[in-house]
T-cell receptor
Framework: GEDVEQSLFLSVREGDSSVINCTYT??????LYWYKQEPGAGLQLLTY?????DMKQDQRLTVLLNKKDKHLSLRIADTQTGDSAIYFC???????????FGAGTRLFVKA | EAQVTQNPRYLITVTGKKLTVTCSQN?????MSWYRQDPGLGLRQIYY???????DKGDVPEGYKVSRKEKRNFPLILESPSPNQTSLYFC???????????FGSGTRLTVV
């Protein structure tokens, strides 16, 4: 079935690295995304990765894709208090023209 | 500024009173979608549109209607709202099938 799974909470100390994990179920998904939602706001696209890539780095963000295990992760280096937000993993099912979101991981950053 | 604009931001209404949430994008995007966000459930797609006059049901379409008469506008209509439609609603648009979405700021709807 179609289901994107994430853990609900993650707590880290300021300056540490954060790793947010996600599993997806559709091997035909070609595009995988990470979105960030701050309180009272809509989702903001952080980064994305094509399924023919294993890794993508963008400043403090590193995305790793393990297609065999259908596992996607987002690593935030040197986590800051401003990174506190909900992070959503999403996949686009090209066969169905739709994007499916996980339930979101709430990241708490302790000063 | 490239954006998706939803109105209103907050709405409290009574059961059965028809309402429309408007959505407009200024990026000439072909794809538009409506999602609802509920605690612990993430975002669930209500309806989506691939182009003008082309709409299709998402995962939770019951109780909702949409229309796409113009490329920029994609209103969400609740003909007879019920309390289980109390939620946070997001409109989103994207350029193509693999592009990421640009989201509106959300509409928090309460049906009493």
């Amino acid at each position: 079935g179609e289901d994107v799974e994430q853990s609900l909470f993650l707590s880290v100390r300021e300056g540490d690295s954060s790793v947010i994990n996600c599993t997806y179920t559709d091997s035909s998904s070609t595009y995988l995304y990470w979105y960030k939602q701050e309180p009272g706001a809509g989702l903001q696209l952080l980064t994305y990765i094509f399924s023919n890539m294993d890794m993508k780095q963008d400043q403090r963000l590193t995305v790793l894709l393990n297609k065999k295990d259908k596992h996607l992760s987002l690593r935030i280096a040197d986590t800051q208090t401003g990174d506190s937000a909900i992070y959503f993993c999403a996949e686009t099912l090209l066969s169905a023209f739709k994007t499916i979101f996980g339930a979101g991981t709430r990241l708490f950053v302790k000063a | 500024e490239a954006q998706v604009t939803q109105n209103p931001r907050y709405l409290i209404t009574v059961t059965g009173k028809k309402l429309t949430v408007t959505c407009s994008q200024n990026m000439n995007h072909e794809y538009m979608s409506w999602y609802r966000q509920d605690p612990g459930l993430g975002l669930r797609q209500i309806y989506y549109s691939m182009n003008v006059e082309v709409t299709d049901k998402g995962d939770v379409p019951e109780g909702y209607k949409v229309s796409r008469k113009e490329k920029r506008n994609f209103p969400l209509i609740l003909e007879s709202p019920s309390p289980n439609q109390t939620s946070l609603y997001f409109c989103a648009s994207r350029l193509g099938q693999g592009s990421g979405y640009t989201f509106g700021s959300g509409t928090r709807l309460t049906v009493v």
